[in-house]
């Protein structure tokens, strides 16, 4: 098979394809031999259609170290736990690939793409720090004051985690994915984890906490989280471990948020020792 590297560079959507020269992990191989614990759907996609087939390759986790032969685990005689995080991971790629209908306009959803990318929209740091701090600014509450610089400290928190952990893992966006976010930072070239599923996840919790108290309200907050995660899939933006990552990373961030939360004694301390 021709290498992807060489043939399809910029298939990822701009991301670096990280290969055997940094040492680097990749996340999962559909190139290597799939061991018998392999799911069915994946034994028969071996090999098909060539599309898939590059895909694939594009895709490769096999760790390709040193003189780029693989061992151990991709040959199915590795360790136990590695085989099975190499099939997790397998079919955390072909679930995604399935659920990424909108990647492009020609996609089989991609009539929809329009309505996903505008759940995009409202899960984006930018509106979301705009508004805080627009609301923070027609506050005449020092409740609502207070509310709303802490919503806008979790935002803040919120980017610095995900762009750190991002940084650590390095995970390449699906191969399906077409890079056109709109502000972006250059670490948001990897894909784990969402930044729009932690953030949704945060911010629902925020607002269920303080802002949203009305039932029907409350549904509609948790509908908007769930959908703003389905749609980074469906879009290509991510793989579903990304999300579902993002949601549980955002939920503890929220509890940080809570933990480091300024009241205005401490604002009032804080001014205090700067004046
Ligand atoms: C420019 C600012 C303030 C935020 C960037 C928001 C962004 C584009 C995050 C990437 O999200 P995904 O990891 O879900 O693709």
Known sequence: MPSPKA???GRSGGSPVLGSSNGRYEFMSLTKPLNRSSPPHLLQRQGSDPTTARLRASESPTRRRGSGSSTGSASGQGPPEEDAL?????IDLWLSKQLGVCACEDSSWGS????????EISGHGIPWLAGTAYCLYKSDSAAGQ??????FMG???DLILVGIVKAVVRRRRPAHNRM?????FSVDRYSFPSGHATRAAMCG???LAHLVLAAPLRVLVLLWVGLVGLSRVML??????????GFWMGYCQYNLVEMLWLSPQTLQGLLGQSA
Not at 112 to 119: A, T
């Open 112 to 119: 929809v793409r329009p309505l996903m990318k505008l759940l």
């Open 236 to 245: 290509g933006r991510h793989n579903v471990t990304d999300v579902m990552f």
């Open 180 to 184: 056109d976010m709109f502000a972006t």
């Open 146 to 151: 207070e509310v709303m610089l802490n919503l």
């Open 86 to 90: 190499s099939s997790l991971l397998a």
């Open 7 to 9: 043939k399809n560079p």
């Open 155 to 157: 935002l803040l928190l």
């Open 205 to 207: 919790r925020f607002l």
